[in-house]
């Protein structure tokens, strides 16, 4: 089994910072994969980042340069810093992780707000 929980949303104003934290708990061993994914309301989920085991990252094009995905192996987090947020990042934020992403694991979900 394995448990995945995301912190650190909220309201922040355009041009503002989140940083969002999924901290993985259970059996991990069988994840190679950890992503970031968002819904917006009326919209499909999306991937934002992801990163690998052997740490290749990639991201999607509306957020590049502006959000760093990372991974804390010793505390068994994943980290999503958000820098230049816009009204558009306004979303649930998932963490996700599998063999493959979208993997089969995924948190509850955190709402950011980007809003003046």
């Known amino acids: 089994q394995v448990q995945l929980v995301e912190s650190g949303g909220g309201l922040v104003q355009p041009g503002g910072s989140l940083r969002l934290s999924c901290v993985v708990s259970?059996?991990?061993?069988?994840?190679?994969?950890w992503g970031w994914y968002r819904q917006a309301p009326g919209k499909q989920r999306e991937l934002v980042a992801g990163i690998t085991r052997r740490g290749t990252i990639n991201y999607a094009n509306s957020v590049k340069g502006r959000f760093t995905i990372s991974r804390n192996s010793d505390k068994n987090t994943v980290y999503l810093q958000m820098n230049s947020l816009k009204p558009e990042d306004t979303a649930v934020y998932y963490c996700n992780g599998g063999y493959r992403l979208p993997g089969g694991y995924w948190g509850q979900g955190t709402q950011v707000t980007v809003s003046s």
């Open positions: 259970g059996s991990i061993f069988s994840i190679n994969d």
